[in-house]
């Protein structure tokens, strides 16, 4: 099982950048898929969340309006869109499997992070 994300980078505030995963050695499109995060000295908190089909996608309220999430499983492949950065989005991003019940909770398929740092 792969999870490798990408895209990360260094932006400034108010700037955009595009995440992407590509998914490998599961059945993709049978799992809901998702983005977390963990910020220097925090704990890894749930983002966004993408059922199996596509059409349904949940956020976190620090994100909603600012980030969009999508997934092509002919690809196999998961994206997070960030715009309007802020210093606050630091912070290395993970895509895994995830479940929506009272919040974002990563399944039990994790990949490699990428880093993204927004500077003020």
């Known amino acids: 099982v792969q999870l490798q994300a990408s895209g990360g980078g260094l932006v400034q505030s108010g700037g955009s950048l595009r995440l992407s995963c590509a998914a490998s050695g599961f059945i993709f499109e049978d799992f809901s898929v998702g983005w977390f995060r963990q910020a220097p000295g925090k704990g890894r908190e749930g983002v966004s969340c993408i059922n199996f089909r596509g059409d349904a996608a949940f956020y976190v309220d620090p994100v909603k309006g600012r980030f969009t999430i999508s997934r092509d499983n002919a690809k196999k492949m998961v994206y997070l869109q960030m715009n309007s950065l802020k210093p606050e989005d630091t912070a290395v991003y993970y895509c895994?499997?995830?479940?929506?019940?009272?919040?974002?909770?990563?399944?039990?398929?994790w990949g490699q992070g990428t880093l993204v740092t927004v500077s003020s």
């Open positions: 895994a499997t995830c479940t929506v019940v009272d919040g974002i909770w990563p399944g039990d398929r």
